[in-house]
């Protein structure tokens, strides 16, 4: 089946820092989404993304479409405290939404 | 509005128990799912429903029984499960098919 793979699995960094991880597939996909999950809570939407090249920024995030549309990526500028969680990329397959692996983030203050 | 509303937020059954989940949306999405998450996973695909219809399901066990009595309302109703089936349930909806799902908190069951 599709399989989407997200890099760094962890991070840890420091307050203030700029985080980068990306999502990769050998599937194309024609939709990446990415979400954020605290623990026990149900993901939540952070950035939709349909175009192949596209830039989405909301605030202090921004993504973007890989142009193969096998990829995408998200950074997180000046990080703070709530930043900390479980970010999820999902690519949209036959009307199916497929999540990648995971990216854990830790911010220390 | 753009809330999705899973009830209970924690369930404790056991392996003879018949229980329900159940999920609820008001903002006129037409497609609505059930994922499943064990711990340190990503959400695995369970059921779409599409215009209150089955449209997708991922070879899920038949102890997992989805239902739509409505555009708004989705249950999983739960029956006979395993220790292993121990997991959070997400449900989720979006306009159309796959497309920007928005989730609910889940509901955390523990089989006994």
């Known amino acids: 089946g599709q399989q989407l793979n997200q890099s760094p699995q962890s991070m840890f960094i420091q307050e203030g820092e700029d985080v980068s991880m990306n999502c990769t597939s050998s599937s194309i996909f024609n939709t990446w989404l990415w979400y954020k999950q605290d623990p026990g809570e149900g993901p939540v939407l952070l950035i939709a993304?349909?175009?192949?090249?596209e830039l989405t920024s909301n605030g202090r995030l921004t993504a973007q479409f890989g142009i193969t549309r096998k990829d995408s990526f998200l950074n997180i500028s000046a990080s703070i405290p709530s930043d900390v969680g479980i970010y999820f990329c999902a690519g949209l397959w036959a009307d199916k939404l497929i999540f990648g692996t995971g990216t854990r983030l830790q911010v220390f203050p | 509005d753009t809330e999705v509303t899973q009830t209970p937020k924690h369930l404790v059954m056991g392996m003879t128990n018949k229980k329900s989940l159940k999920c609820e949306q008001h903002m006129g999405h037409r497609a609505m799912y059930w994922y499943k998450q064990k711990a340190k996973k990503p959400p695995e695909l369970m059921f779409v429903?599409?215009?209150?219809?089955?449209?997708i399901n991922e070879s899920v066990p038949s102890r997992f029984s989805p239902e739509c009595p409505n555009s708004s309302l989705l249950n999983l109703h739960l029956h006979a499960l395993q220790p292993e089936d121990s997991a959070l349930y997400l449900c989720?909806?979006?306009?159309?098919?796959?497309?920007?799902?928005?989730f609910g908190q889940g509901t955390r069951l523990t089989v006994v």
């Open positions: 429903y599409s215009y209150e219809k089955l449209s």
């Open positions: 989720a909806s979006s306009q159309a098919d796959g497309v920007e799902a928005f």
């Open positions: 993304l349909y175009k192949a090249g």
